[in-house]
């Protein structure tokens, strides 16, 4: 069990449990309750919905797509980042994703979905691939994700229903937690000074992010 992508299994297991919730619960209320709210965030202090909206997606296509590129490529990302460190970079690159959301989208939309966490461990994953440029296994899967990310950006600016900021944000947080947790065995590919930084550039980009958003409907 020890190898097993079991990280990549339970949260496949927990955003499909929710989604079935979702479609046995009318009105959309699941949604109302735990999407992407910048107003229910300022004003109503909810914030759960910096974490929840990582789990919930508004129709079954949005479902089916990203739990199908969280089974295949979370199990290699899994398998070469270890299994805190996905979950690591998985959970708080999907949170940057939503704090960058609250940031730049507008204050009344209502957004939610797996692809901030996702583009997240692609970021994440880039940034091993950075630091692996002397493998040619890496640089092949560096370049396989890299088209990946630049193909969903490109696809995003003509859907404007997509939140691409929460895109984003999930592929700058990924990026800069792949700096701070390294893989396994990789201590003298990772300086400390290179996590230092990434650290401090995750908290600034954070509190900018969640600055921005309260500026946005004026609370400061």
Known sequence: MKNKPYVTYTIF?????????????????????????????????QYWRFITPIFI????????????????????????????????????????????????????????????????????????????RDNYAMRALTRQFTIF??????????????DIWGHIGGLVGGGLLGAIVGIPGAKDRFSVRTRVVSAILLIFFTVICILIGLRKVGLA
């Open 149 to 162: 990310i630049l193909l969903n950006l490109v696809f995003n600016l003509f859907d404007t229903s997509i």
């Open 57 to 132: 997606h508004f129709g079954l296509m949005h479902f089916a797509f990203n739990m199908v590129v969280l089974y295949f490529m979370g199990q290699q990302c899994e398998a070469i980042f270890g299994h805190w460190r996905f979950a690591i970079v998985y959970l708080l690159s999907g949170i940057t994703g939503s704090v960058a959301g609250f940031a730049f989208n507008q204050p009344n939309v209502l957004s939610g979905g797996a692809s901030g966490a996702i583009f997240g461990i692609f970021g994440g994953f880039l940034m091993i691939g950075l630091h692996y």
């Open 13 to 45: 297991g927990i955003t499909t449990a929710v989604f079935l919730i979702q479609f046995l619960i009318p009105y959309d209320s699941v949604e109302r309750l735990l999407g992407m709210s910048s107003l229910s965030i300022a004003y109503g202090h």
